[in-house]
């Protein structure tokens, strides 16, 4: 012994390599990621698509984590929908997303964060996912960089930036790579990879876990089939026992879904399956997010069914055809039968192949968007244009093809251009409530309000995740009879007493309100019920905790006994008011929001202007900036005649404008959302569309 180190040999020296190289992929593809979705990462902690979907996607990262460390036996017992049980199961469980997460999520870093960063990473890793399966499959880097570009940037990932799940796809071209590996080579290291590429697969999403078993399935044909190597020992016997395994470490996932299916009766109707099956026209219609450049392709909203998959994918993809003569013959098949089966699967109801899946297989009846088959096909046209733009690389002279390949690449990006998105700033920090509810100590649960229209209670489940509490009325991919109940009664007017009786059978011990969420009409009603209930004893005013939102808390006095009021911050009406009617939306109402326009930059006093009226009635106008109530600075009703003149049957028009100046404050520059908010006498409201604007002083 001389105590020298021993050399790594060429086999760790290969291993090293290869790991180095594909980790500076990996960065390649993290940086065009941000350069695609721009300008997401430049403030990731608070950026996201929506206050919808995103929020509920937090939470359920956040429990996650938070499950599998403090009841890892009970994980699917989650503190939304209190009483009930298995509620993680009412949506996507996430698992698989939220895993590499973990560090982040226990060490504080906001779920909403956390969110933006998986969202991000989830472009990037299914790019290199797409990337190392063209790889495998051709021997080319250069088509490995052209299926990467095509698939982690494909429209319908842009298409999907609400729903984290369904655009987060990293294992979806491993586990494809995973079985060409095996079917080359049945060694046990491989085998063990397919199970884990499968299991990951199935843990991402419950979606995915379901629509690639055809087209694997299929593969595995292809694959397998020739030579008689799929009756082979080492095929059957590894491979099964892989799979076998990472099926036994998913069945904990499923059995929550087949349990709430059977207690609870929460199935997709065919009716709301067909409503989401495409049509073949629906391949060349882009989602409302995305603005290519190409004529004829103006965007339009058809929900999920916008499956537009720009035109340089299918055109390379076409080019593979070439392929076939080459001898490509397995990655040409396997790029046409994702292809093929994702296209077929897409048209859902409207087509043999889903609804006969849906009628006689198990899973896919729970399918409620067949559209999301997209995703399959976009893995099969990016395998099939990087074989296209590998066979156009082989008619040129060997040393021209690198600048081939990066020219494509180059015009791949450019028709999949997105950026700059329109994100909103999201509410990534707890308010004062949320604060307050962590530290208060309950024996049942919590009702937020005012919960319905327009937020639709994703931001009281986004809020869960910093509170912790046995939340009742929250939102998910089904919601319980309770939580229906409560938001429907509390937007009655007058409230019903037997709002109180819900409240303390559930049991529930806290109410929240957040005034300033709510027009002046609402808010006036809520309280008439609050202070009629705190003079029969039933509701303990417990303290406004968020000034700056109205935020108050009420203790159900059955569930959390009497004790000490602080004062009212607000004084009751005299008994008998007048009521202000309940409101409903109705998105006939005549109004409109001419300024400020989408996108808009602010300097200095920011002007909502518009119109707002009825024949006879001029409707309220209500203005929320970031969810709350804003007061403006001045506010005045003007004349319309251009309204007038388009629309006589209105009347007269002389106060149908409406005009409302705002000061910006000291911490209100950077990106806002504006609410606008009508109502009429009858209490018929309209929510105007969010938009967006940039406020500078």
């Not at 695609?36 to 359920?60: E, F, N, Q």
């Not at 109940?485 to 037997?498: G, T």
């Not at 005299?574 to 998105?587: F, K, L, M």
């Amino acid at each position: 012994m001389n105590g020298r180190m021993t050399p790594p040999g060429p086999a760790a020296r290969s291993l090293r390599r290869r790991v180095l190289r594909d980790a500076l992929v990996i960065a390649a593809f993290l940086v065009l990621t941000v350069a695609m979705t721009w300008p997401w990462a430049t403030d990731v902690r608070r950026h996201c698509p929506g206050p919808g979907d995103p929020y509920l996607v937090s939470w359920i990262l956040w429990w996650d984590a938070h499950g599998t460390f403090t009841q890892p036996l009970r994980l699917f017992d989650a503190n939304i929908f209190f009483p009930h049980r298995d509620t993680l199961a009412f949506s996507e469980h996430c698992y698989g997303i939220a895993l590499p997460f973990f560090p982040l999520l226990l060490s504080g870093v906001a779920p909403l964060t956390v969110h933006g960063i998986a969202m991000l990473a989830g472009f990037a890793l299914s790019g290199f996912g797409a990337f190392r399966l063209a790889r495998t499959l051709t021997g080319s880097t250069g088509a490995g960089w052209i299926a990467g570009l095509a698939f982690g940037f494909a429209l319908y990932r842009f298409a999907q930036l609400t729903h984290l799940p369904y655009a987060f796809t990293p294992f979806m071209p491993l586990i494809l790579e995973a079985l060409v590996l095996f079917a080359r080579e049945a060694s046990r290291k491989r085998a063990a990879w397919l199970g884990f590429a499968f299991l990951m697969n199935g843990l991402t999403a419950v979606h995915w876990l379901i629509l690639t078993a055809v087209p694997l399935l299929l593969s595995g044909l292809v694959l397998l089939a020739p030579e008689r190597r799929l009756l082979s020992r080492e095929v059957a016997v590894r491979g099964g026992a892989a799979l076998a395994l990472a099926g036994l470490c998913l069945v904990p996932f499923l059995l929550p879904y087949a349990r709430v299916a059977e207690r609870e009766g929460f199935v997709r109707a065919e009716a709301e399956a067909r409503f989401y099956s495409a049509h073949p026209s629906d391949w060349v219609r882009p989602h409302t997010r995305i603005r290519p450049w190409w004529p004829g392709t103006a965007p339009r909203n058809r929900g999920e069914r916008n499956l537009f998959p720009g035109v340089a994918v299918p055109l390379l993809a076409a080019a593979a055809l070439v392929a076939w003569r080459r001898g490509r013959r397995e990655a040409w098949l396997l790029g046409l039968v994702w292809s093929g089966v994702g296209f077929l699967g897409s048209l859902g109801m409207n087509a043999f192949f889903h609804r006969f899946l849906f009628a006689h297989v198990p899973g896919f009846a729970a399918i409620r968007v067949p559209a999301r088959w997209a995703m399959v096909a976009n893995l099969g046209l990016a395998l099939l244009a990087g074989l296209g733009a590998l066979a156009l690389a082989e008619r040129v002279a060997a040393r021209a093809r690198p600048f081939l390949f990066a020219a494509a690449g180059a015009v791949l990006l450019l028709d999949l251009r997105e950026a700059p998105l329109q994100l909103f700033r999201g509410a990534a920090a707890p308010d004062g409530l949320a604060r307050v509810l962590k530290e208060t100590p309950m024996k049942g649960g919590l009702v937020e309000l005012p919960g319905g229209p327009p937020r639709r209670n994703f931001p009281f489940v986004l809020r869960a995740a910093d509170h912790g509490k046995p939340l009742v009325n929250a939102i998910s991919g089904f919601r319980t009879k309770e939580a229906i109940r409560v938001d429907s009664l509390f937007r009655r007017r007058p409230i019903p007493d037997e709002t109180l009786d819900l409240l303390e059978s559930i049991p529930v011990s806290y109410v929240t309100v957040r005034e300033r969420w709510m027009t002046p009409e609402e808010h006036e009603g809520l309280r008439q019920f609050l202070a009629r209930s705190r003079a029969a004893g039933r509701l303990r005013f417990a303290g406004r905790h968020d000034a700056d939102l109205g935020g108050d808390l009420w203790a159900v006095v059955k569930t959390e006994g009497a004790g000490v009021e602080p004062p009212l911050p607000w004084s009751p009406g005299p008994p008998g008011s007048a009521v202000p009617p309940a409101s409903r939306e109705d998105e006939s109402l005549s109004c409109s929001v001419d300024d400020p326009g989408p996108a808009a930059d602010v300097a200095g006093t920011l002007l909502v202007r518009g119109w707002a009226r009825l024949p006879g009635e001029d409707l309220a106008v209500t203005i929320f900036i970031d969810d709350v109530a804003r007061t403006p600075d001045s506010f005045q009703r003007v004349a319309r005649p251009d309204v007038a003149a388009v629309v006589p049957s209105l009347g007269d028009c002389s106060t149908a404008g409406y005009e409302a100046r705002f000061t910006p404050g000291a911490d209100d520059a950077g990106l806002h959302e504006l609410l606008v908010v009508f109502r009429a006498k009858d209490g018929r409201v309209r929510y105007y569309p969010l938009r967006q604007f940039t406020w500078t002083k």
